[in-house]
């Protein structure tokens, strides 16, 4: 029995079997592949990179492990920084969550299945310095997610890590194994417009679902003969998000038992950007399969598949630190609610081609709904994207977006704004 498989069996058990069950699953056997590629038709076409606040700044953040406050409570997080680490370039940034009874370490060392070859799930190794990586440490080594506990800290991470690093906002990704995976779900649930993408290895919907209606990427991994969690529960939540991105639904085809193989199956007919797949692999509740041999490796496929399918997501750089912005609005209130609209101008001499603009609400406000960009999250830091209609501000040239909100008194406009990185001038009323 492998490290991985001892050190989580027993607190498995006693856990989960007074939880609802559940698994994942994705599908693929050995050189074989149904459907489209996982970077078939259903990928979203390139599209510019939205630069974080951090964006060109120095950073003050570097590989190691912080405390910050969320929720009331101490949590912690090892980030891994990529070498060269380049302030203007916008790096993906991928969350990778450990299991009941693991933590951050085992996560961003790759110690329960192979030292380095492993770190991140495996996917370090494979990204070669091109993105941020983040282990968050769980509640009693867990991902209960009490009342939406764990996905605020996942919010308080990003604001806390984008701040001071350059990332590609539209390129965050979160996967996980077991208790991991089902945190990877929650995420999928509750922030399908913050995510890109996620993998759920060998999960179960442990740590809640919040929301649960919106198109997210979404990869599904699951072993045959698990246990723990079983597959039936992982195609389950597959299949919500098979419905919620519109794919064709079908009944993936799987390896055999006793095969020790993998099937791999993307769908067909999901909205654009959306795709989902389906890895199934004749084993039980692992976290590093390996074709041909039983138990977890540091030669297993999955890292591969995994990486495959959030890199099919490609940006081009927005070039941050060139952007120069004048940020004019107004506020109407009423009661408990008012509406905002911002104009963004080009103040600058060439044209910004993809945006993102990031504000703090103030204290009570909370975006109920919004026009001409997409927001998130709701409350605190916010992030307006731009929608395709309006991704390039040519010199000189404005867009108009705005939002509804709830307050508690405050009707005041935010204090500042950045663009891309670069603060804009402002006024308001």
Same mark, same amino acid.
């Given at each position: 029995?492998?490290?991985?498989?001892?050190?989580?069996?027993?607190?498995?058990? =006693?856990?989960?079997v007074?939880?609802?069950?559940?698994?994942?699953?994705?599908?693929?056997?050995?050189?074989e592949?149904?459907?489209?590629?996982?970077?078939g038709?259903?990928?979203?076409?390139?599209?510019?990179? =939205?630069?974080?606040?951090?964006?060109?700044?120095?950073?003050?953040?570097?590989?190691?492990?912080?405390?910050?406050?969320?929720?009331?409570?101490?949590?912690?997080f090892?980030?891994?920084i990529?070498?060269?680490?380049?302030?203007?370039?916008?790096?993906?940034?991928?969350?990778?969550?450990?299991?009941?009874g693991?933590?951050?370490?085992?996560?961003?060392?790759?110690?329960?299945?192979?030292?380095g070859?492993?770190?991140?799930?495996?996917?370090?190794?494979?990204?070669?310095?091109?993105?941020?990586?983040?282990?968050?440490?769980?509640?009693?080594?867990?991902?209960?997610?009490?009342?939406?506990?764990?996905?605020?800290?996942?919010?308080?991470?990003?604001?806390?890590?984008?701040?001071?690093?350059?990332?590609?906002?539209?390129?965050?990704?979160?996967?996980?194994?077991?208790?991991?995976?089902?945190?990877?779900?929650?995420?999928?649930?509750?922030?399908?417009?913050?995510?890109?993408?996620?993998?759920?290895?060998?999960?179960g919907?442990? &740590?809640?679902?919040s929301?649960?209606?919106?198109?997210?990427?979404?990869?599904?991994?699951?072993?045959?003969?698990?246990?723990?969690?079983?597959?039936?529960?992982?195609?389950?939540?597959?299949?919500?998000?098979?419905?919620?991105?519109?794919?064709?639904?079908?009944?993936?085809p799987e390896?055999?038992?006793? &095969?020790?193989?993998?099937?791999?199956?993307?769908?067909?007919?999901?909205?654009?950007?959306?795709?989902?797949?389906?890895? =199934?692999?004749?084993?039980?509740?692992?976290?590093?399969p390996?074709?041909?041999?039983?138990?977890?490796?540091?030669?297993?496929?999955?890292?591969?598949?995994?990486?495959?399918?959030?890199?099919?997501?490609?940006?081009?750089?927005?070039s941050?630190?060139?952007?120069?912005?004048?940020?004019?609005?107004?506020?109407?209130?009423?009661?408990?609610?008012?509406?905002?609209?911002?104009?963004?101008t080009?103040?600058?001499?060439?044209?910004?081609?993809?945006?993102?603009?990031?504000?703090?609400?103030?204290?009570?406000?909370?975006?109920?709904?919004?026009?001409?960009?997409?927001?998130?999250?709701? &409350?605190?830091?916010?992030t307006?994207?731009?929608?395709?209609?309006?991704?390039?501000?040519?010199?000189?040239?404005?867009?108009?977006?705005?939002?509804?909100?709830?307050?508690?008194?405050?009707?005041?406009?935010?204090? &500042?704004?950045?663009?891309?990185?670069?603060?804009c001038?402002?006024?308001?009323?």
């Amino acid at each position: 029995m492998t490290r991985t498989r001892t050190l989580l069996w027993p607190a498995m058990v =006693a856990v989960l079997v007074v939880l609802s069950m559940g698994g994942t699953a994705l599908a693929r056997g050995q050189g074989e592949s149904t459907g489209p590629t996982a970077s078939g038709t259903a990928a979203a076409p390139s599209r510019a990179a =939205a630069a974080s606040p951090g964006c060109g700044k120095a950073p003050t953040l570097t590989s190691g492990t912080y405390t910050i406050q969320s929720g009331g409570k101490n949590r912690s997080f090892t980030l891994k920084i990529p070498d060269g680490y380049d302030r203007n370039h916008p790096y993906r940034l991928v969350f990778g969550f450990h299991w009941l009874g693991g933590t951050s370490t085992d996560v961003a060392t790759g110690r329960t299945v192979e030292t380095g070859t492993w770190a991140y799930y495996g996917l370090q190794r494979l990204a070669n310095n091109s993105a941020v990586f983040v282990a968050p440490q769980g509640l009693n080594n867990g991902w209960a997610n009490s009342g939406g506990e764990d996905v605020t800290f996942v919010d308080d991470m990003i604001r806390r890590i984008e701040a001071d690093l350059c990332v590609d906002t539209t390129q965050r990704f979160a996967l996980g194994f077991s208790y991991g995976a089902a945190m990877s779900y929650a995420l999928a649930c509750a922030r399908a417009t913050v995510f890109r993408a996620v993998a759920v290895q060998s999960g179960g919907q442990l &740590s809640g679902c919040s929301g649960g209606t919106q198109p997210i990427a979404y990869l599904g991994v699951h072993g045959l003969r698990d246990s723990v969690l079983g597959i039936s529960g992982g195609r389950a939540m597959r299949d919500t998000f098979v419905r919620n991105n519109g794919c064709t639904p079908q009944n993936p085809p799987e390896p055999a038992q006793g &095969s020790l193989t993998h099937r791999v199956t993307t769908y067909s007919g999901c909205s654009t950007g959306h795709p989902v797949a389906w890895a =199934a692999f004749d084993e039980g509740h692992i976290a590093a399969p390996q074709d041909g041999a039983p138990g977890d490796s540091g030669r297993t496929w999955l890292p591969g598949e995994v990486w495959k399918f959030f890199t099919q997501f490609q940006t081009s750089d927005p070039s941050p630190g060139t952007a120069t912005c004048r940020v004019t609005g107004t506020v109407s209130a009423w009661n408990s609610g008012l509406t905002s609209n911002i104009t963004i101008t080009n103040t600058g001499t060439t044209a910004i081609d993809g945006w993102s603009l990031v504000f703090t609400l103030p204290g009570g406000q909370a975006i109920t709904s919004g026009w001409n960009a997409d927001y998130a999250p709701a &409350s605190g830091q916010v992030t307006a994207r731009n929608l395709a209609h309006n991704a390039t501000i040519a010199p000189g040239a404005s867009v108009g977006i705005g939002f509804q909100a709830v307050h508690t008194g405050d009707t005041a406009m935010p204090a &500042s704004y950045t663009l891309n990185g670069n603060t804009c001038a402002g006024t308001g009323s």
